[in-house]
């Protein structure tokens, strides 16, 4: 079964860091982009960040310069490094992957983690 596994959330003061992890399981032959959205109470869901296969990243404005999005591709695995988190990053986090090709061929589109909860409160 393939599955996207997020842990690393928590409870956070403000000014503080966490570091988020997703990691890929099952038939895996290649993960296209990968990436990072989050979802806070009574919000849309919205792009955090995410990363090519190649490496080449995007941010949203709001956590540009604090939030830093890596991937090891031996790995299946995607990060979140957030820090200085202010009380508005609380949100539900959920990893993504935008095209996930198994070994088999089959072309899995918009596959989601189940989410970690990420709370930043003094």
């Known amino acids: 079964q393939e599955q996207l596994v997020e842990s690393g959330g928590g409870l956070v003061q403000p000014g503080g860091s966490l570091r988020l992890s997703c990691a890929a399981s099952?038939?895996?032959?290649?993960?296209?982009?990968m990436g990072w959205y989050r979802q806070a109470p009574g919000k849309e869901r919205e792009l955090v960040a995410d990363?090519?296969?190649?490496?080449?990243?995007n941010y949203a404005d709001s956590v540009k310069g604090r939030f830093t999005i890596s991937r090891d591709n031996a790995r299946n695995t995607v990060y979140l490094q957030m820090n200085s988190l202010k009380p508005e990053d609380t949100a539900v986090y959920y990893c993504?992957?935008?095209?996930?090709?198994?070994?088999?061929?089959?072309?899995?589109?918009?596959?989601w983690g189940q989410g970690t909860q990420v709370t930043v409160s003094s």
């Open positions: 099952g038939s895996i032959s290649a993960l296209n982009v």
């Open positions: 990363i090519t296969r190649g490496g080449s990243t």
């Open positions: 993504n992957v935008d095209l996930w090709i198994t070994r088999w061929g089959t072309q899995l589109r918009d596959k």
